[in-house]
């Protein structure tokens, strides 16, 4: 089981209702959802190199560390800057049930895709019953 974790999640819903707008932007949107035995999250990452990518695992805590560079050339004059830039950081916790130790990740076009294996302990098995009969013959006398 994934737990989304985000400390001023509070925060930016207040201040969206206060002001009207949102507070700041979702730098690195994702999504997760569970296939078979194994949990898939997606971290929209445009622009980002993937050597800039940093992910570490510590205490059942994911954290996803990435470096957007901004991009202007030499001498220009900036007319419009909406596109956020610098370092980003996300973190899931990540339940008891999953194999932190087997994440596999893959980046392409954008967006980070991380395989999180449910523990074999954890995953739904079927357990044999076997039964055992009074085979004894009873005499009558």
């Keep these: 089981m994934l737990v989304r974790t985000d400390p001023f999640r509070e925060l930016d819903r207040l201040t969206q209702h206060v002001l009207g707008t949102s507070a700041r932007p979702a730098a690195m949107p994702m999504d997760a959802y569970r296939q078979g035995d194994s949990f898939y999250v997606h971290f929209d990452l445009p622009g980002v190199s993937a050597e800039s990518i940093e992910l570490t695992v510590e205490q059942n805590v994911l954290t996803v560390r990435a470096e957007r560079k901004p991009e202007q050339p030499g ?19 990540l339940g008891d049930t999953l194999d932190a130790d087997h994440i596999s990740a893959d980046y392409s076009s954008g967006v980070l895709t991380l395989t999180i294996p449910v523990h074999e302990q954890a995953k739904p098995r079927t357990i044999q019953i076997t039964g055992h009969e009074d085979r004894k013959k009873v005499t009558a006398g």
């Design 75 to 93: 001498g220009a004059e900036m007319l419009v800057a909406e596109r956020p830039a610098g370092v980003f950081t996300r973190q899931v916790f």
